[in-house]
Protein backbone atom coordinates (compact mmCIF):
# COMPACT_ATOMS: atom_id res chain seq x y z
CA UNK A 1 0.00 0.00 0.00
CA UNK A 2 0.48 3.94 -0.27
CA UNK A 3 1.87 3.98 -3.38
CA UNK A 4 2.59 7.66 -5.13
CA UNK A 5 2.76 7.86 -8.95
CA UNK A 6 3.29 10.53 -11.24
CA UNK A 7 2.87 11.67 -14.58
CA UNK A 8 4.41 12.20 -17.12
CA UNK A 9 7.59 10.50 -16.19
CA UNK A 10 9.79 13.05 -18.44
CA UNK A 11 8.49 16.07 -20.45
CA UNK A 12 10.29 18.61 -23.00
CA UNK A 13 8.61 21.22 -23.80
CA UNK A 14 9.33 24.80 -25.23
CA UNK A 15 10.11 28.27 -23.59
CA UNK A 16 6.93 30.05 -23.09
CA UNK A 17 4.99 26.98 -23.05
CA UNK A 18 3.28 25.56 -19.49
CA UNK A 19 3.62 22.42 -18.40
CA UNK A 20 1.41 20.14 -15.65
CA UNK A 21 2.63 17.15 -13.50
CA UNK A 22 0.01 15.08 -11.88
CA UNK A 23 0.43 13.78 -8.73
CA UNK A 24 -2.00 10.68 -7.39
CA UNK A 25 -2.44 8.86 -4.05
CA UNK A 26 -3.29 5.35 -5.51
CA UNK A 27 -4.01 3.25 -2.45
CA UNK A 28 -4.91 6.22 -0.29
CA UNK A 29 -6.39 9.26 0.70
CA UNK A 30 -3.85 12.14 0.64
CA UNK A 31 -4.63 15.32 2.96
CA UNK A 32 -1.50 16.71 2.83
CA UNK A 33 0.75 16.68 -0.82
CA UNK A 34 4.50 18.20 -0.92
CA UNK A 35 5.95 19.23 -4.25
CA UNK A 36 10.01 18.84 -4.08
CA UNK A 37 12.23 20.05 -6.61
CA UNK A 38 15.59 18.02 -7.31
CA UNK A 39 18.69 19.37 -9.16
CA UNK A 40 21.50 17.49 -9.93
CA UNK A 41 23.77 16.27 -7.26
CA UNK A 42 21.64 18.46 -4.92
CA UNK A 43 18.99 17.78 -1.92
CA UNK A 44 15.46 17.51 -2.60
CA UNK A 45 14.03 21.69 -2.09
CA UNK A 46 10.53 21.54 -0.69
CA UNK A 47 8.91 24.02 -3.55
CA UNK A 48 5.33 23.77 -1.54
CA UNK A 49 2.67 22.13 0.76
CA UNK A 50 -1.16 21.72 0.07
CA UNK A 51 -3.59 20.51 1.71
CA UNK A 52 -7.06 19.51 -0.18
CA UNK A 53 -9.51 22.00 -0.53
CA UNK A 54 -6.92 25.08 0.58
CA UNK A 55 -4.72 27.17 -0.98
CA UNK A 56 -1.14 25.74 -0.79
CA UNK A 57 1.78 26.91 1.35
CA UNK A 58 4.99 28.20 -0.71
CA UNK A 59 8.32 28.40 1.09
CA UNK A 60 10.13 31.25 0.54
CA UNK A 61 11.34 31.93 -3.20
CA UNK A 62 9.08 29.87 -4.85
CA UNK A 63 6.99 32.15 -7.37
CA UNK A 64 3.48 30.85 -6.57
CA UNK A 65 2.46 32.50 -9.38
CA UNK A 66 4.86 30.59 -11.58
CA UNK A 67 4.38 27.30 -10.19
CA UNK A 68 0.40 27.00 -9.78
CA UNK A 69 -0.37 24.09 -7.32
CA UNK A 70 -3.90 22.98 -7.25
CA UNK A 71 -5.06 19.96 -4.73
CA UNK A 72 -8.50 19.15 -5.41
CA UNK A 73 -9.05 15.87 -4.32
CA UNK A 74 -7.66 13.66 -1.39
CA UNK A 75 -5.92 11.52 -4.49
CA UNK A 76 -4.97 14.02 -6.82
CA UNK A 77 -2.63 17.43 -6.75
CA UNK A 78 -1.11 19.08 -9.58
CA UNK A 79 1.50 21.33 -10.06
CA UNK A 80 1.47 23.75 -13.39
CA UNK A 81 4.90 25.57 -14.55
CA UNK A 82 3.58 28.27 -16.04
CA UNK A 83 5.54 30.12 -18.92
CA UNK A 84 8.46 27.43 -18.24
CA UNK A 85 12.08 28.72 -18.85
CA UNK A 86 14.90 26.82 -19.57
CA UNK A 87 16.35 27.59 -15.38
CA UNK A 88 12.98 25.75 -14.73
CA UNK A 89 14.39 22.43 -15.96
CA UNK A 90 14.61 20.36 -13.24
CA UNK A 91 13.42 17.03 -11.28
CA UNK A 92 10.31 17.42 -9.77
CA UNK A 93 9.53 14.97 -7.03
CA UNK A 94 5.59 15.29 -5.12
CA UNK A 95 4.89 13.36 -1.50
CA UNK A 96 1.70 12.65 -0.01
CA UNK A 97 0.85 11.85 3.34
CA UNK A 98 -2.39 10.64 4.69
CA UNK A 99 -4.86 12.66 7.37
CA UNK A 100 -3.41 12.00 10.99
CA UNK A 101 -0.24 10.10 9.74
CA UNK A 102 3.23 11.59 10.18
CA UNK A 103 4.86 9.46 6.95
CA UNK A 104 5.58 10.59 3.39
CA UNK A 105 5.32 8.89 0.41
CA UNK A 106 7.08 9.24 -2.30
CA UNK A 107 6.24 9.46 -6.67
CA UNK A 108 9.08 8.28 -9.06
CA UNK A 109 9.67 11.74 -9.96
CA UNK A 110 8.93 14.06 -13.54
CA UNK A 111 12.25 15.31 -15.38
CA UNK A 112 11.47 18.35 -17.28
CA UNK A 113 13.35 19.56 -20.15
CA UNK A 114 12.60 23.43 -21.12
CA UNK A 115 14.31 24.26 -24.47
CA UNK B 1 17.18 26.74 10.07
CA UNK B 2 17.58 23.10 9.89
CA UNK B 3 20.34 21.46 8.04
CA UNK B 4 21.29 18.01 6.66
CA UNK B 5 25.23 17.26 5.73
CA UNK B 6 26.08 13.51 4.33
CA UNK B 7 29.52 12.58 2.68
CA UNK B 8 29.39 13.34 -1.02
CA UNK B 9 29.69 10.12 -3.35
CA UNK B 10 29.88 8.13 -5.17
CA UNK B 11 30.72 5.46 -2.48
CA UNK B 12 32.13 2.83 -4.58
CA UNK B 13 32.49 -0.76 -2.61
CA UNK B 14 32.46 -4.44 -3.82
CA UNK B 15 29.89 -6.98 -2.59
CA UNK B 16 30.07 -7.78 1.24
CA UNK B 17 32.33 -5.17 2.38
CA UNK B 18 30.73 -3.06 4.93
CA UNK B 19 29.33 0.42 4.51
CA UNK B 20 29.10 3.77 6.26
CA UNK B 21 27.46 6.62 4.92
CA UNK B 22 27.81 9.60 7.52
CA UNK B 23 25.15 12.70 8.39
CA UNK B 24 25.01 15.19 10.49
CA UNK B 25 22.36 17.56 11.45
CA UNK B 26 21.73 21.28 12.72
CA UNK B 27 18.45 21.45 14.48
CA UNK B 28 16.40 22.86 16.60
CA UNK B 29 14.42 21.14 19.42
CA UNK B 30 13.81 17.52 19.15
CA UNK B 31 14.05 16.85 15.32
CA UNK B 32 13.31 12.78 14.22
CA UNK B 33 15.65 11.16 11.86
CA UNK B 34 14.93 9.39 8.40
CA UNK B 35 17.35 7.56 5.83
CA UNK B 36 15.39 7.25 2.48
CA UNK B 37 16.81 4.97 -0.14
CA UNK B 38 15.95 6.09 -3.86
CA UNK B 39 16.62 3.28 -6.66
CA UNK B 40 17.01 4.14 -9.71
CA UNK B 41 14.43 5.31 -11.97
CA UNK B 42 12.17 4.93 -8.86
CA UNK B 43 10.89 7.16 -5.66
CA UNK B 44 12.14 7.62 -2.37
CA UNK B 45 11.59 4.97 0.21
CA UNK B 46 11.61 5.58 3.49
CA UNK B 47 14.63 2.85 4.61
CA UNK B 48 14.43 3.46 8.96
CA UNK B 49 13.95 5.80 10.95
CA UNK B 50 14.56 7.36 14.56
CA UNK B 51 12.70 9.91 16.68
CA UNK B 52 14.39 10.42 19.55
CA UNK B 53 18.49 10.27 21.33
CA UNK B 54 19.67 6.92 21.21
CA UNK B 55 17.17 5.30 19.05
CA UNK B 56 18.31 3.22 16.56
CA UNK B 57 16.61 1.85 13.25
CA UNK B 58 17.09 -0.77 11.51
CA UNK B 59 15.28 -2.31 8.44
CA UNK B 60 17.04 -4.98 5.37
CA UNK B 61 20.14 -5.10 7.40
CA UNK B 62 20.77 -1.40 7.30
CA UNK B 63 20.84 0.50 10.57
CA UNK B 64 21.52 4.08 12.15
CA UNK B 65 21.78 5.22 15.44
CA UNK B 66 20.08 8.75 16.69
CA UNK B 67 23.51 10.40 18.41
CA UNK B 68 22.30 13.95 19.86
CA UNK B 69 25.84 14.31 21.78
CA UNK B 70 27.34 14.45 18.34
CA UNK B 71 24.13 15.33 16.48
CA UNK B 72 24.56 12.23 14.00
CA UNK B 73 23.03 9.60 12.45
CA UNK B 74 25.25 7.90 10.31
CA UNK B 75 23.85 4.92 8.17
CA UNK B 76 25.54 1.28 8.29
CA UNK B 77 25.12 -2.08 6.76
CA UNK B 78 27.69 -4.97 7.46
CA UNK B 79 27.99 -6.45 4.05
CA UNK B 80 26.01 -5.07 0.89
CA UNK B 81 25.26 -6.40 -1.88
CA UNK B 82 24.75 -5.50 -5.79
CA UNK B 83 21.40 -4.59 -5.01
CA UNK B 84 21.84 -2.01 -2.64
CA UNK B 85 23.45 0.52 -5.16
CA UNK B 86 21.00 3.45 -4.94
CA UNK B 87 21.20 6.93 -3.78
CA UNK B 88 20.84 7.36 -0.27
CA UNK B 89 19.34 10.62 1.72
CA UNK B 90 19.31 11.54 4.98
CA UNK B 91 16.45 13.89 6.15
CA UNK B 92 14.80 15.36 9.25
CA UNK B 93 11.75 16.35 10.59
CA UNK B 94 10.92 19.28 13.16
CA UNK B 95 8.44 18.25 15.71
CA UNK B 96 5.28 17.41 14.84
CA UNK B 97 6.37 15.90 11.20
CA UNK B 98 5.16 19.04 9.11
CA UNK B 99 8.24 18.77 6.65
CA UNK B 100 11.43 17.08 5.58
CA UNK B 101 14.73 18.51 5.44
CA UNK B 102 17.15 16.66 3.21
CA UNK B 103 20.76 16.20 3.32
CA UNK B 104 22.17 16.57 -0.86
CA UNK B 105 22.58 12.53 -1.20
CA UNK B 106 24.98 9.99 -1.42
CA UNK B 107 25.38 7.58 -4.26
CA UNK B 108 26.26 3.86 -3.59
CA UNK B 109 27.84 1.81 -6.07
CA UNK B 110 27.95 -1.64 -5.42
CA UNK B 111 30.34 -3.95 -7.81
CA UNK B 112 30.15 -7.87 -7.77
Known amino acids: GAVVSQHPSWVICKSGTSVKIECRSLDFQATTMFWYRQFPKQSLMLMATSNEGSKATYEQGVEKDKFLINHASLTLSTLTVTSAHPEDSSFYICSARRGGGNEQFFGPGTRLTVL | GDSVTQMEGPVTLSEEAFLTINCTYTATGYPSLFWYVQYPGEGLQLLLK?????DKGSNKGFEATYRKETTSFHLEKGSVQVSDSAVYFCALSDTGYSTLTFGKGTMLLVSP
Open chain 2, 50 to 54: ATKAD
